[in-house]
Nanobody, 125 residues
Framework: QVQLVESGGGSVQAGGSLRLSCAAF????????MAWFRQASGKEREGVAGVNGVGTTDYADSVKGRFTISKDNAKNTLYLQMNNLRPEDSAMYYC???????????????????WGQGTQVTVSS
């Protein structure tokens, strides 16, 4: 079992940057998928970026070239570096974990069993 705690959200102006962190408590395992999702008010939860245990990453088209997902195995912490933020990036951001390893980290919410409580990101124009 894994417990996930996100931090790092906040309010920034368009063009700014934020780095989200997700501390994992419990063993994430060597073969896993972890991902960042976001959910804006009135919208469905969408996958933003994912990484698996061998370091393969995937991104939603809307964030490619602006966001970078990484994991510090020593700290058991997942990160999401977000640059050149846009108002449409405003949402609650969640990290998620699955022991069901995939060759390419999925960005579908149903693939993940463990979820954090979320951290709010607000980007003003």
């Amino acid at each position: 079992q894994v417990q996930l705690v996100e931090s790092g959200g906040g309010s920034v102006q368009a063009g700014g940057s934020l780095r989200l962190s997700c501390a994992a408590f419990g063993s994430t395992g060597n073969y896993y998928n972890m991902a960042w999702f976001r959910q804006a008010s009135g919208k469905e939860r969408e996958g933003v970026a994912g990484v698996n245990g061998v370091g393969t990453t995937d991104y939603a088209d809307s964030v490619k070239g602006r966001f970078t997902i990484s994991k510090d195995n020593a700290k058991n912490t997942l990160y999401l570096q977000m640059n050149n933020l846009r108002p449409e990036d405003s949402a609650m951001y969640y990290c998620a974990h699955s022991y069901n390893y995939r060759r390419f980290p999925p960005l579908a919410a149903y693939e993940y069993k463990y979820w954090g409580q979320g951290t709010q990101v607000t980007v003003s124009s």
